[in-house]
């Protein structure tokens, strides 16, 4: 079974068929960003949603821009009802700058409203622009989608322990991760439905599927992609052709390099999973004392113990 811990991650991704819902951005604080990889288009699906239960509602979104003044629109917008409304802010030097000043601002840059229109605001590099969308209606849905033309993606939030940014140089790479399927059949062999797509300097480098047996209901994927002398990035898109995928255990590395991860509790510091070069784990289990009572190995054939210790006291 697989374990969402400290170096181990879980994703969950719908089908594409399926609108991309905002949790939780009612706030400046927690703005959701719009950028290009793979969301300059948000939607919120207004109906049925267990958020819009009554009017007034607001939702707030970012957007940075590296170029200045490159397009006069900044977005265009569906807001499903002529009743919603739509307020620009900016430009700020950060969404934290943004959201101290967002009470005191005398006015909005801008302020929309109708069915659909295109928000025209000349851009300042780099620097970041806060949207309010004030939901009056609970029909429909809202979609915003932003010019790419400069459009920067950010962080959400500042990070401590994160790494710095990954600038693979040109060469071969492996991707590696395990899928499942939610709701899957127990008697199905093979699934269908994840896909994983990378891309490098526009193009794709590489497309991948579910191969090899499915072990606790998660089925390997995995595949070469190449880094052209071009590119300094790729974009990395993990895919549900049909209801929802979950994702775990991914790696990226050189071809002729190897990899091992390890995966700890966050509470005891003890570990719990070790990741070999294949992405297949060993999984460790400890009594209530802390002391390791049981090894477990990942394999094509299943999951099978292969280490289990056990003692008794006598007593006096």
Not at 145 to 152: D, E, Q, R, S, V
Not at 156 to 176: E, H, K, M, R, W
Not at 228 to 257: E, Q
Request: charged share 15%; proline share 4%; glycine share 8%.
């Amino acid at each position: 079974m697989k374990h969402l811990l400290i170096l181990s991650v879980c994703l969950l991704f719908m089908s594409a068929a399926h609108a991309i819902t905002d949790p939780g951005n009612t706030s400046c604080a927690s703005a959701g960003f719009i950028c290009t990889s793979g969301r300059d288009t948000r939607t919120f699906d207004l109906a049925g949603t267990s958020f819009c239960q009554s009017s007034k509602v607001k939702l707030y979104y970012a957007l940075q821009y590296g170029v200045t003044g490159a397009s006069s629109s900044l977005l265009t917008v569906n807001t499903g009802s002529t009743t919603n409304s739509v307020k620009v802010f900016g430009p700020f030097a950060s969404v934290q700058s943004g959201c101290e000043a967002f009470n005191t601002l005398a006015a909005p840059i801008g302020t929309f409203s109708g069915t659909s229109y295109n928000v025209a605001i000349a851009t300042v590099k780099d620097m970041y622009y806060l949207v309010e969308v004030t939901v009056n209606s609970c029909s429909g849905s809202i979609t915003m989608t932003a010019n790419k033309t400069g459009l920067l993606c950010p962080d959400a939030l500042p990070c401590t322990d994160c790494i710095g940014t990954f600038q693979p140089p040109a060469g071969n790479y492996v991707f590696s991760a395990w899928a499942r399927e939610d709701g899957a059949a127990p008697t199905k062999t093979s699934y269908t439905f994840p896909k994983v797509t990378v891309s490098s300097g526009g193009t794709i480098a590489g497309t991948f599927f579910t191969s090899g047996p499915i072990i606790d209901g998660w089925q390997k994927i995995e595949g070469t992609f190449t880094i052209a002398s071009t590119g300094s990035s790729f974009d990395l898109n993990l895919i549900s052709l049909t209801g929802d995928v979950y994702y775990d255990d991914i790696r990226i590395f050189p071809f002729d390099g190897s990899m091992m991860s390890y995966a700890y509790d966050p509470v005891t510091l003890r570990l719990v999973a070790e990741l070999d070069e294949r992405n297949y784990a060993k999984f460790y289990e400890y009594d209530e004392e802390g002391k390791l009572i049981r090894v477990k190995k990942e394999t094509e054939a299943g999951i099978s113990t292969i280490q289990e210790n056990r003692e008794n006291s006598s007593r006096p």
